[in-house]
């Protein structure tokens, strides 16, 4: 079962959405997710695009992807975040998701960009140890921390 890896199109946008929702299912926050195809296209396809994504694809189907955007680190410069790295469940273990990986880390090796982060949920594990496998670096004494839209504009209200 052969794929292929390329930079995903506006026409893409309703499989990465779909796989979002997966990726969201699997996680167990299945109402999470708020983005419409509509805002994918704005926000990934517009004369300032905010995110890059490629896509995994097979017999003309998207089986993964890897959505990915530029930051900056005060410490190291221009890095990039791997925002999500997912691949649909029935097409695992066909080296989609390292084929996915490995173009993100291209892209930034080649764009010569400093750094590469993303999180990962504690409890995969097999994603943890296929990570550190990479050489990539599990920092397990950092916490993320969020502030979702109704809490921001509470804090805004409130100062």
Do not use: C
Not at 61 to 82: C, D, M, P, Q, V
Not at 107 to 112: I, L, V
Not at 124 to 142: H, M, P, R, V
Not at 145 to 158: D, G, H, R, S, T
């Amino acid at each position: 079962m052969s794929f292929n890896i390329r930079l995903g199109k506006q026409k893409d946008m309703q499989s990465v959405l779909d796989l979002i929702t997966e990726l969201a299912v699997f996680e167990k926050e299945p109402d999470a997710v708020e983005i419409t195809v509509e805002d994918l296209i704005n926000d990934g396809f517009s004369a300032n695009p905010k995110f890059k994504v490629f896509v995994a694809e097979q017999e003309s189907k998207i089986i993964g992807i890897a959505l990915f955007y530029e930051r900056f680190s005060t410490w190291k410069g221009r890095t990039i975040h791997l925002e999500d790295l997912i691949v649909t469940k029935e097409k695992q273990k066909i080296g989609a998701g390292k084929a996915l990986y490995t173009a993100v880390l291209k892209y930034a090796y080649d764009n010569n960009y400093n750094r590469v982060a993303w999180e990962v949920i504690d409890w995969n594990t097999s994603a943890i140890e296929f990570y550190k496998s990479t050489g990539a670096t599990y920092l397990s004494d950092w916490s993320v921390v969020q502030m979702n839209k109704e809490n921001l504009a509470k804090f805004i209200e409130n100062n």
